[in-house]
C-alpha cells in the first residue's frame, strides 16, 4: 500500500506537527510505511495533492489537518473540474481545530482507523458553489453566506482560537454586531423566499462551528444538500438557545428553517461572505451578485 499524508503543520493554531509527532509510533503501526509532506503555506496541499494524483505516485492519500486542508486536497483532485482519479481515496487524521467533516465521517464509520489501515472506502457526493463571477469552488461538509464567514474572519485573527469554545464565543461575539443582508433564495422546486439573512448553511455533512449540528439528516452519498437558513432581526433568541444547536434540535432553534434540496441559489444586492468548509472564499467587496449551490453525487473517493 503506497501513502501520503500530508501534514499542516498550522493546523490547530500552530499545534497540529507537535500533535501528529507524538503520534508518530501509533500511525506508523496502523498505516505501515508512508511518505510525509508538510506544507508550508497556503496552496501546498492543493497542488501536492494534484501532482500526486497525476503521477500515479500512491494507493491513498491522507490529510493531517483540519477542515480548511481537506478542502485544499478536495480541490487538488479536480484538474478543470475533473476528478483525476477516483480510485485514489482521501483519508483524514484529524488534527484540525473545529473537526467537524471527521466528526460527520465517524457518524457512519465507527472504526475509523480500521478504514485508514484497510483503505476502505466509497464514493461520497460533493457540493459546489459558482459565484456571481462564474468561478466554481467545491467543499464535502458545508458551505454558507452570511455571518459564519465573518465570524472565521474573526477567529482567525484572533489569539483565541482552540476547539469548540473558540467557535462558540467568536459566534456569539460576531452575531452581536451582524446586521442581516436581504436576499432571495430560490430552491430547486421553485419555492422561492425575500428573507433578512443571518447565515445560509448549505449541508453534505452535518457539523460545522466545532461541532454545531446543522443538519442532523445529512449524509454524504445520497444525492441531496439540506439547507439550513437562518433568518430575521431578533438576536437574543438565538444565542438563549444556542445550546440546541450542539444537541441535535436545530428544528427547534428560533428562526431557523431547514429544507433539503439539489439546488439552491442566493440572490444578494449588498456583499455577502462566502464559505466552503471553514474556509473563507474573498469576493469583491460589491453589490448585486449571487452564488448557486448543487450536488455532484458520488464522484469523490472518501475513506469512510
Known sequence: MRRLVILNPKSRNG????????????????LGDFALFTT????????????????????QIIIAGGDGTINEALAGYRNEG??????VPLGIIDCGTGGDLQRTVECFCKDYCDA???????????????????????????????????????????????????????????????????????FSDGESREVDIINLF???????????????????DDGMLRVTLLSGKRKLPLIVQSGKLYSGQVEKFPGAEIFATKEVRVKF??????ETDGEVIEM????NGEFLFRVEEKVFPLVI
Open 15 to 30: 499545534q497540529a506537527e507537535k500533535l501528529f509527532h507524538s503520534q508518530m509510533e501509533r500511525w506508523e503501526h496502523l
Open 40 to 59: 508550508q503555506s497556503a496552496g501546498d496541499a492543493q497542488r501536492k495533492v494534484r501532482n500526486t494524483l497525476e503521477g500515479g505516485e500512491v494507493d
Open 82 to 87: 475533473r476528478i483525476i482519479n477516483p480510485e
Open 116 to 186: 485508514l489501515a484497510e483503505n476502505r472506502w466509497s464514493p461520497v457526493d460533493n457540493g459546489i458553489v459558482k459565484d456571481s463571477s462564474g468561478v466554481d469552488h467545491y467543499f464535502l461538509n458545508i458551505a454558507s453566506v452570511g455571518m459564519a464567514g465573518e465570524m472565521l474572519k474573526n477567529l482567525k485573527n484572533s489569539a483565541f482560537q482552540n476547539g469548540s469554545a473558540a467557535y462558540f464565543y467568536h459566534s456569539l461575539k460576531t452575531l452581536i454586531s451582524f446586521d442581516p443582508v436581504s436576499a432571495v433564495v430560490e
Open 202 to 220: 448549505v449541508c453534505n455533512g452535518q457539523f460545522s462551528g466545532g461541532g454545531m449540528q446543522w443538519a442532523p439528516g445529512a449524509k454524504l
Open 269 to 274: 444586492d449588498k456583499p455577502m461572505s462566502l
Open 284 to 287: 469583491e467587496r460589491k453589490g
